[in-house]
């Protein structure tokens, strides 16, 4: 591990609502969700003051209307969240070319590598000034943290949470980590919490205390490694700019083809061992099991299934793998098979006991499952001809606003903008043809000077001040 906190991560505080905050001056320090309305809609980003309802991201939306029923919900303006994201990770290049984007709204920065940082000092003035940049650019606050590796800069960046700045200084990692829940480490999802706590192991001390034939042990080979390497703050990946490799994958052609069903099932689960046996050799894990089925007339199939998280583990792939051939008529015979793992990650971040329980194409925390809720949300409401809560229109008379709510043929809107004070509410028929979509407004005006640039929707306070001097040393926030 290097000996200097100059690996950067950064995440951006409740971006989503964050958004939503900025451009909507009536929600500034209210309870904002942002998700799915649908049926199945799951939660993607909560504020703050919504946080304190107890709402979190991937909570079904019924329960979090249930905690929160005064709260405003909202859909998604993923191409507004994408433009502000691309600012962000702009800001990120420009400090190093090594940057490693996670979400819209969270990357890994190698600052060595840019020479934007080489020691302790240099790092957290790069991290400060960061973050006052990202505030002047986007009006929108995110936190950083510095470490010298990307496991301790993510949890250093979550203690930092939120409009904040942790640096963990070198030499300091294991006593920073040893009284932490073992849940702080990436891949300790709430059953292996569980199961560890069952084995009496609750914090990361008693984690590294266990030992690693322990943990292997309790949690199977791959993830009892990775977890105790965690454990005593070991951590050697590399940030990736670009990812070399989208997905892993295996195939095997046969001379012959083969009818036996058995026989294609035994195919199946040798390469899923083998698929994962790459995989693993790469270090890394991926979300999406795909299938290649290609058939004696040469048609093709491929099937693909996503679990919750990234998985490493040879008996989920080979699972999968199992079911999506259930799911392929082979009677002609088979002349090529593939397994293949896509949606990759450095680690698995989820659960392996809540996926090999069998989650399949369920909902989950990832972004693409977020993702996914909305879009089904959008279909919905274009075949309606709707009025999405929360998207931007514009009415001749009134100007730009956003739709509050609408509903037995009737649409409100509240005709506010990013630099407005909280605007006025007014309803129109559905089918009003003064009123029509428009497109976001953006969240800094340009031609405001520095001083007087709008702040994000989080009050927060001091992104600029944030010099070296004033610091207790080691592990301080900003
Ligand atoms: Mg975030």
């Known amino acids: ?14 971006f989503f609502a ?28 909560a504020s703050y003051e919504a946080r304190l309802f107890g709402i979190r991201s991937a909570l079904p939306m019924a329960q979090a209307r249930r905690l929160a029923p005064n709260a405003a919900y909202l859909v998604p303006r993923f191409a507004f969240y994408r433009s502000i994201s691309d600012q ?57 943290g510095l470490a010298a ?70 949690l199977g080979k791959a993830h009892g490694h990775a977890l105790y390497a965690m454990a005593l ?8 700019a670009e990812r070399e490799t989208k997905s892993v994958s295996v195939e095997d052609t046969y001379d012959v083809d083969i009818h ?54 040879p008996t989920v792939v080979r699972e999968a793998a199992a079911r999506l051939l259930g799911s392929v008529d082979t009677t002609g015979g088979v002349r090529l098979l593939g397994v293949g793992v896509s949606g990759l990650a450095d680690y698995t971040q989820e659960d392996l006991f809540a996926q090999a329980a069998g989650g399949r194409g369920e909902e989950s925390p990832g972004e693409e499952a977020q993702m996914a809720a909305p879009a089904e949300e959008e279909r919905r409401t274009s075949v309606e001809r709707s009025w999405p809560a929360g998207h931007d229109v514009r009415h001749t008379e009134y100007g730009h606003g956003w739709v509050q ?27 009003d043809p003064a009123l029509q979509p428009a497109d976001p407004l953006p969240l800094v005006d340009r031609s405001l000077g520095e001083s007087e640039r709008p702040q994000g929707g989080a009050e927060t306070s001091d992104g600029s001040g944030a010099g070296p001097g004033g610091m207790d040393p080691g592990h301080s926030q900003v």
């Not at 958004?19 to 998700?35: C, N, Y």
């Not at 490693?100 to 934007?116: H, I, N, R, T, W």
Request: glycine fraction near 10%; include cysteine; charge should be positive.
């Open 1 to 14: 591990m290097r000996s200097a906190p100059t690996i950067l991560h950064l995440d951006m505080d409740a």
């Open 18 to 45: 964050s958004v939503e905050q900025a451009s909507k001056p009536s929600l500034r320090g209210k309870a904002v969700v942002v998700g799915g309305l649908g049926p199945r809609g799951v939660v993607a980003t």
């Open 88 to 144: 962000v990770m702009g800001l990120l290049r420009a400090l190093s070319p090594l940057v490693e984007p996670l979400s819209l709204d969270e990357a890994f920065v190698d600052l060595e590598d840019g020479g934007a940082a080489w020691d302790e000092r240099s790092a957290r003035l790069a991290g400060a000034r960061l973050r006052a940049d990202i505030r002047a650019v986007t009006g929108l606050t995110g936190s950083v």
């Open 149 to 218: 590796s990307k496991m301790l800069a993510k949890i250093a960046s979550e203690q930092a949470k939120p409009d904040g700045l942790v640096l963990i200084e070198p030499g300091r990692e294991r006593s920073l980590l040893a009284p932490l829940p073992v849940r702080t480490l990436p891949g300790v999802g709430p059953a292996t919490g569980d199961h560890l706590r069952r084995a009496g192991i609750h914090t990361i001390d008693e984690l590294a205390e266990a030992g690693e034939d322990e943990l292997v042990r309790l």
């Open 233 to 240: 703050a070991r951590d050697e990946r590399p940030v990736v």
């Open 260 to 313: 036996d069903r058995v026989r294609v099932g035994t195919e199946v689960r040798r390469l899923a061992d083998r698929c994962v046996r790459r995989l693993r050799g790469a270090g890394l894990a991926g979300r999406t099991i795909v299938l290649k089925v290609r058939r004696y007339d040469f048609s093709t199939l491929t099937r693909s299934e996503t679990l919750r998280g990234p998985t490493d583990d």
């Open 405 to 431: 709510g609408s509903g037995l043929g009737r649409v409100t809107v509240r005709f506010e903008t990013p630099g407005s004070a909280v605007g006025r509410v007014r309803t129109f028929r559905t089918d």
